[in-house]
């Protein structure tokens, strides 16, 4: 075998994780054509209040009108492109641009145009709006498509049956629960590690040894990636003592599994029997992606929080048992800090640097621990070739 090339059992070239020609092709194939994470429902409660949202290279705004309505934009000022928004925003009024000052109502509709009479004489402007981009809600998400006229329902079909019993827009998001962080790695390599199921008994035999991976069942869905694991038989029998946070009240027994799809291309979910996140991805670069988490729970009380909170770590070791995956004398060693994101990342990252390396090869994929894998490089293969 040429140890510049990939084993046959994988999909896509080396290229794919590390040329700028690929990263940009995807922006536009596949960011670019596909509907992607905005936010909450709940960033949006009031008229004017907005979110900036990036479908490839272009950027999308999502704006709160008079009536409550959602409408999403391309965040371009007709008259020269200059971007309307740069951040979120509450309780707007307008949308004005910061270069020359032309204004749009929440409903796209070009306004006011300064010194219009004299500078633009025969512009009418009742003929001119923003762009407009596709925007909808499902399970408590804000979505977008950069093209008019998509609808968000047929996006997911058929999903719904392997999904949890969770109801988002009922939870509470709470300030210390979200995460952000930038990754040294390719995207895809961020994707393929969060459905890999061979690594979770090994990588995390102790940080998720909550859940029986033996028993954890997954399919493909059109794009998307679904996937369940049962709790561990422990776990199950002392949930009350060992259950991080206030149960949600949906999660009757029969659902008490975690359920952890990926929602092609750039959203997971993990919905367990104590919290609903989102994992959202944003690629920047070849070798760099920000990912953000974002968690709700049960509404608790302060006191209910952290004694739930106490009362899990006090008796986890006692019953659940589990170490660092190995003994170190450093303490910023990611092994010996039993937080299964740092172990993710650092197995991320690691990977994206041994592409460098000539001798780089892939040696076998598990047939099922690793199938996902080959499923998830077939659709980016087929996104890259369509015709668009």
């Known amino acids: 075998m040429n140890v510049n090339s990939m084993n046959q059992t994988t999909i896509l070239p080396k290229s794919a994780y ?13 960011f670019g054509n596909s509907w992607q994470y905005a936010g909450l ?6 008229s004017g209040d907005s979110l900036i949202t990036q479908c490839g290279s272009q950027s999308i705004l999502i704006i709160k009108n008079g009536e409550g309505k959602l409408m999403a934009f391309h ?107 930038v990754v040294n790695a390719n995207w895809k390599i961020i994707v393929e590690n969060y459905i890999d199921i061979y690594h979770l008994s090994h990588l995390h035999s102790n940080t998720l040894n909550m859940y029986d991976h033996r028993k954890g069942e997954f399919c493909f869905v059109e794009n998307h990636y679904m996937f369940r ?6 776990y199950r029998e002392n949930l009350e003592d060992l259950i991080p946070f206030k149960r949600i ?23 367990t029997e104590s919290s609903w996140s989102t994992f959202h991805i944003e690629p920047l670069s070849p070798d760099r992606t920000k990912i953000k988490i974002r968690t709700k729970l049960e509404e608790m009380t302060s006191m209910e929080y952290y004694y739930q909170n106490r009362k899990s770590k006090k008796n986890w070791s006692k019953i659940m048992g589990g170490s660092a995956k190995y003994d170190s004398t450093d303490k910023e060693d990611v092994f010996s ?52």
């Open 18 to 30: 590390t040329s700028q020609e690929w990263f940009e092709k995807e922006q536009q194939y596949i």
């Open 75 to 181: 965040n371009i000022c007709r008259h020269r492109g200059t971007q309307l928004l740069r951040t979120a925003g509450k309780r707007q009024k307008l949308i004005t641009c910061p270069y020359h000052d032309w204004t749009y109502n929440l409903e796209g509709r070009l306004i006011g145009v300064p010194d219009r009479k004299k500078e633009f004489p025969s512009l009418d402007l009742n003929t001119i709006c923003l762009h407009k981009a596709s925007v909808g809600i499902w399970r408590g998400i804000i979505w977008v498509h950069p093209k008019p006229g998509k609808n968000i329902e047929g996006w997911f079909n058929g999903t719904d049956q392997y999904l949890g019993p969770h109801v988002p827009s009922r939870l509470i998001e709470y300030p210390d629960s979200s995460y952000e962080k």
């Open 229 to 234: 694991e049962p709790l561990e038989r422990k």
């Open 337 to 388: 800090l039993m937080d299964f994101m740092e172990e993710d990342i650092f197995a991320c990252e690691q990977q994206q640097k041994s592409l460098k390396n000539p001798l780089y090869d892939v040696q076998h994929f598990a047939e099922h621990g690793e199938e996902p894998i080959r499923g998830f490089q077939t659709l980016i293969k087929q996104w890259m070739n369509r015709d668009f």
């Open 41 to 46: 429902i709940e960033d949006l409660s009031d």
């Open 249 to 271: 009240q949906e999660v009757t027994d029969s659902y008490l599994s975690a359920f952890v799809p990926w929602l092609f291309p750039s959203l997971g979910l993990a919905e």
